[in-house]
């Protein structure tokens, strides 16, 4: 069962508005619901579909408690590898979602579904594009990237992240993967230079694989063009043939283009970020639904320790407090921390990248889970980054520094 849109003139009081029904939005609108919040959430078409793929480190999906997620939801579960120069074992499972039953889970009908669009927000009201006003204790800004709710969205070009893939069977994927979860395959077979990329290959369920090749971060994002043409030449080095690869197939492809550093939201008064507009999108991997889980639930617990609710709130008190359960006491540092390794990624001379992974894939478990996962360990990550810089060549050290001091560069070249 899927979400049943609002009709006009349903916009009556609530305690939590959330504008956005993607996974972000619809964690923190069931996790609220969950807890005896009155909740609306406010998208232009919540019937609309979820279809990308998503993962996360299989110890960060909640299994228990009042948020937890069903097990139908984890579509294939594997030990990780990441290929640079070297292949290196993950100690951590990676989790891949079945994106319909996640889809299905974060749904609850107790949320009341408006279809429409949030365009200003503040002081506990809420305005939707057709005119139709809400008031609301809280609103939370779920608009992604574009940050529709921010009183000060950031410009200029970001850094993204573009994929394009293809799902295959178990047995052709095997061919190109001997069988394992690539979470990163560095290699250049296909034999294309500039800028670097690499596979990544999971399993779907079902006996389904899918092959992507993965532009990591550029400013702009690497052409999805380029990438098919990559991925084509790639999977044909590995000995496939040119009808085993479905690029032709919109069925059986996938096209990823996203921002990995978006810049910090400016709330109204009474408004607060989730997910991609928080942003809290892993800017060293561009992961984001394990923590915009964990974030819906310290959400909806502040939100029940309020003094005055049920009335949460009545918009007066700001969000000061719900911008701390979400971001939490050290996220800043964290996400500062990783922001500035992913410019020193945008940095590096492209045949340089598999020597830099090399390094960090060597890194012990605990640092070098923290720098991945959805955690906001300070120590665990600024550890990870010495533990690489003292490994790296006095070449590669360089351009960390330069990369560390002189912050986002220009532009990259093909």
Known sequence: MGPRAGHRGELS??????????????SAARACARRGLDVVLVDPRPDRTWRHTYGAWAHELPRSGPDALPPEVV????????????????????????????????????????????????????????????????????????????????RGRRAEQTAVGVVVDEATAARVTGGRLLFMDWRPLHGVPGW???????????????????????????????LSERLRRRLLAAGLRGAEIPLDDPARVEHVRFPVDTPDHRPPDGVVALGAAAPLVHPATGFSVARSLRVATRLADACVARSDHPAVIDGSGGAAWARRAVRGGSAGIVHAMRGRGLDVLLRLPPGEVPEFFDRFFSLPTAPRRAYLGADDD?????????????????????????GSLAGPGPAQRP
């Open 13 to 26: 009081p609530a305690d939590l508005l959330v504008a956005g029904g993607g996974p972000a939005g619809w």
């Open 75 to 154: 579509a294939a579960q594997d030990v990780g590898w990441a290929i640079a120069t070297r292949t290196h074992r993950l100690d951590d499972e990676y989790a891949v979602l079945d994106t319909p039953a996640l889809q299905r889970a974060l749904y609850d009908d107790g949320v009341r579904v408006v279809r429409g669009r949030v365009v200003t927000a503040g002081a506990g009201r809420a305005v939707l594009a057709d005119g139709r006003e809400c008031r609301a204790g809280l609103v939370a800004d779920a608009t992604g990237a574009p940050q529709a709710l921010s009183a000060h969205r950031g």
């Open 196 to 226: 670097p990329t690499f596979l990544y290959a999971v399993p779907l369920g079902g006996g389904r694989v899918l092959l992507e090749e993965t532009s990591l971060a550029r400013r702009p994002g690497l052409p999805l063009p380029d």
């Open 378 to 402: 300070v120590a665990e990550s600024l550890r990870a980054m010495v533990w690489v810089f003292a490994r790296l060549t006095p070449r590669l050290r360089g351009h960390l520094i330069i």
